[in-house]
C-alpha cells in the first residue's frame, strides 16, 4: 500500500517562504503525475500544482511566479517551493499521486 508523507509547513509571516515535501513510500509505485492542492476554511480543496514525471507542470493562476514545484523521480519525491507568500495562501496542503492517493495534509499559516 502506497503511502505518501508531507512535511514542511509552519507559520510564516507575509512575504516569507516555505518549502513542503512530499515522499511516498509503500509498494513499489511510479505515477505519472504528482501534485499539491490546498483546501483553505470554508472553502474547496484546489489544485496549487502539478508535475508529470518528465518534468511538465501546471498551475493555478493565483500561485504562478511565486510557487514552484519540483519531482525527484527515484525518490518518489515531489516538492513546492513557496516564495512571496501572502495570507491568502492560509490553507491545508495536501500531496496527491495519481489523482487517487493523498497525504495527511500539512497546515501553511501566513500571517504578521
Known amino acids: 500500500q502506497v503511502q505518501l508523507v508531507e512535511s514542511g509547513g509552519g507559520l510564516v509571516q507575509p512575504g516569507g517562504s516555505l518549502r513542503l515535501s512530499c515522499a511516498a513510500s509503500g509498494a513499489i509505485f511510479s505515477p505519472n503525475v504528482m501534485g499539491w492542492y490546498r483546501q483553505a476554511p470554508g472553502k474547496q480543496r484546489e489544485l496549487v500544482a502539478s508535475?508529470?514525471?518528465?518534468?511538465?507542470?501546471n498551475y493555478a493562476e493565483s500561485v504562478k511566479g511565486r510557487f514552484t514545484i519540483s519531482r525527484d523521480n527515484p525518490r518518489n519525491t515531489v516538492y513546492l517551493q513557496m516564495n512571496s507568500l501572502k495570507p491568502e495562501d492560509t490553507a491545508v496542503y495536501y500531496c496527491?499521486?495519481?489523482?487517487?492517493?493523498w497525504g495527511q495534509g500539512t497546515l501553511v499559516t501566513v500571517s504578521s
Open positions: 496527491n499521486a495519481a489523482l487517487t492517493i
Open positions: 508535475i508529470t514525471k518528465s518534468g511538465n507542470t
